[in-house]
């Protein structure tokens, strides 16, 4: 377990609805990043949050945005659902001195959204 | 856009062989690189970080990395079953996170 959490598991939305999901990081991190891993293909970074701002941003439209709180939790809001936002979301959680000096990430378990 | 290239395997080996896993990446400004295990159906698990060219060794398994050649590789000692899992390399360039798709390994009893 690496004791970063994800909220809820699983989740079925219809097409044009919007969804938030949630993650609390490791104890002791202070860097949330956001990923979506379709099926048989490798994580993609959509972003990540240090010090409750984007610190950096993959090739993501902006209906996908995110939010980091003080207990450097995160939240990623995904606008207009489509069909082919269904996937696996991971937050991984690390712990970074400054931005670009980079440490190793910690997934979440995941949360599963199917989009009808 | 930047790639990070692995083959897909699968990758079979018998128990107790030593497994070679290898990745390409493509852009020079890369400053980290981490090994992932994934078994089906659950998140990626780190295995090994490696920093600076050479070989960084951890129990069984042995990270390479060529940055010249922009190549870096896993290799697993003594192949156990339990070890059968997607592999995912990821390469860090400065904010950013570039995963490849796995290399699916079997190991046979």
């Known amino acids: 377990e690496t004791g970063v959490t994800q909220s809820p598991t699983h989740l079925i939305k219809t097409r044009g609805q919007q969804v938030t999901l949630r993650c609390s990081s490791q104890?002791?991190?202070?860097?949330v990043s956001w990923y979506q891993q379709a099926l048989g293909q490798g994580p993609q970074f959509i972003f990540q949050?240090?010090?409750?701002?984007?610190?950096g941003r993959g090739n993501f439209p902006p209906r996908f945005s995110g939010l980091q709180f003080p207990n450097y939790s995160s939240e990623l809001n995904v606008n207009a659902l489509e069909l082919d936002d269904s996937a696996l979301y991971l937050c991984a959680s690390s712990s970074i001195i400054g931005r670009g000096s980079y440490n190793e990430q910690f997934f979440g378990p995941g949360t599963r959204l199917t989009v009808l | 856009q930047k790639e990070v290239e692995q083959n897909s395997g699968p990758l079979s080996v018998p128990e107790g062989a030593i497994a070679s896993l290898n990745c390409t990446y493509s852009d020079r400004g890369s400053q980290s690189f981490f090994w992932y295990r994934q078994y089906s159906g659950k998140s990626p698990e780190l295995i090994m970080s490696?920093?600076?060219?050479g070989d960084k060794e951890d129990g069984r398994f042995t990270a390479q990395l060529n940055k010249a050649s922009q190549y870096v590789s896993l290799l697993i000692r003594d192949s156990q079953p339990s070890d059968s899992a997607t592999y995912l390399c990821a390469v860090n360039d400065f904010n950013k996170f570039y995963f490849g798709s796995g290399t699916k390994l079997n190991v046979k009893p």
């Open positions: 949050y240090y010090r409750e701002e984007e610190n």
């Open positions: 104890s002791g991190h202070n860097t």
């Open positions: 490696i920093y600076s060219n």
